[in-house]
């Protein structure tokens, strides 16, 4: 099995070439839907965000609150760091998971 990474810029096909694929069968992992799932309520990044940045982060339904994030990482290359060093790892892992899945 082999893996084809789709990478581009906003309105460069990425959804399209992935949605080509999918209608063919073929297994997608998608890796910003993993990032919304992990930073969703409940979801494994909370409390690690929660205890770095503090609960002024989480939104009131219990997500990551990303406009108040965004502002901070987008002002704050340590900030944005601290948080790659969060996500990215969980992100990794779970593509991991899902790539093993679709081998069968």
């Known amino acids: 099995m082999f893996s084809i990474g789709l990478t581009g810029g906003i309105g460069s096909g990425k ?3 992935a949605d080509l694929f999918a209608a063919r069968g073929v297994p997608l ?3 910003d839907l993993i990032a919304h799932q992990i930073t ?3 979801g494994v990044a909370i409390p690690l965000i929660a205890s770095e940045f503090g609960d002024g982060f989480i939104a009131a339904d219990g ?3 990303r406009a108040k994030m965004r502002a901070l990482v987008f002002a704050d290359d340590t900030a944005k760091a601290r948080l790659e060093g969060i996500v990215h790892p969980l992100i990794r892992a779970e593509t991991e998971r899902q790539r093993i899945a679709a081998q069968g």
């Open 29 to 31: 992992i998608d890796t």
């Open 40 to 42: 969703a309520p409940g």
């Open 63 to 65: 997500s990551l609150d």
């Open 15 to 17: 959804s399209t070439v």
